[in-house]
């Protein structure tokens, strides 16, 4: 089955710097990426979609400028989270599909900023 | 704007027992999923169901869909201690045009020996 690939699993950051979390479709053409956060014992919110080569699609209430997302490949997408802060630590979830096909799902990020 | 509201959020259950989790939604959408996550973990697809009437069945679990009253169930037969997890609904929000997963709260089962 397809698979979506997700990395790092966790990380630990101090307050002020910038991490990048990693999103690989490995078996299929993800021609479109979403990327999720969960806070502890809630769903999951939407915090962008992306189609790959265009510029990400924020939902509202997302800062575009701190959640920055690219997607330049029909492979890859990435979220960075610019200038953390611990109110952003949670836990991050990107999934991809090709086309209308179902979502496949990450494995997800467990983000700690200190 | 698309919301999908569960119900139960909390069930605490005991083995071998029947229950039945609801899931509502509030506009057209024709594809519903129904995911299962484990804590610290991500989401595993339990179901797909494209289509009113749709029914799918795997192991003491199986999913029904009612489009036309905006109702999906999830329902556990003879519930045993593996299956406690948090169980989500989704529906595919198509109003938009952009295909996005909109997730219910989640509905946390605890299933007791």
């Known amino acids: 089955g397809a698979v979506v690939s997700q990395h790092p699993s966790w990380v630990i950051c101090k307050s002020g710097t910038s991490v990048k979390i990693e999103c690989r479709s490995l078996d299929f053409q993800a021609t479109t990426m979403f990327w999720y956060r969960q806070f502890p014992k809630q769903s999951l919110m939407l915090m962008a979609t992306?189609?790959?080569?265009?510029?990400?699609?924020?939902e509202q209430g997302v800062e575009k400028d701190k959640f920055l997302i690219n997607h330049a490949s029909l492979t890859l997408s990435t979220l960075t989270v610019t200038s953390a802060h611990p109110e952003d630590s949670s836990f991050y979830i990107c999934?991809?599909?090709?086309?209308?096909?179902?979502?496949?799902f990450g494995n997800g990020t467990r983000l700690t900023v200190t | 704007e698309l919301k999908v509201e569960q119900n139960p959020l909390f069930l605490s259950m005991q083995e071998g027992k029947n229950y039945t989790i609801y899931c509502n939604y509030s506009?057209?959408?024709?594809?519903l999923y129904w995911y299962r996550q484990d804590p610290g973990k991500s989401l595993e697809s339990l179901f797909v169901l494209l289509s009113n009437g749709a029914v799918k069945q795997e192991g003491r679990l199986m999913a029904s869909l009612d489009t036309k009253a905006r109702l999906s169930t999830l329902h556990i037969t003879a519930a045993v201690h593996d299956l406690s997890a948090t169980y989500f609904c989704a529906v595919d929000d198509l109003f938009q045009g952009a295909q996005k997963l909109v997730f219910g709260q989640g509905t946390r089962l605890t299933i007791n020996p």
């Open positions: 506009t057209t959408s024709d594809r």
């Open positions: 999934s991809a599909r090709e086309g209308s096909s179902p979502l496949h």
């Open positions: 992306s189609n790959e080569g265009s510029k990400a699609t924020y």
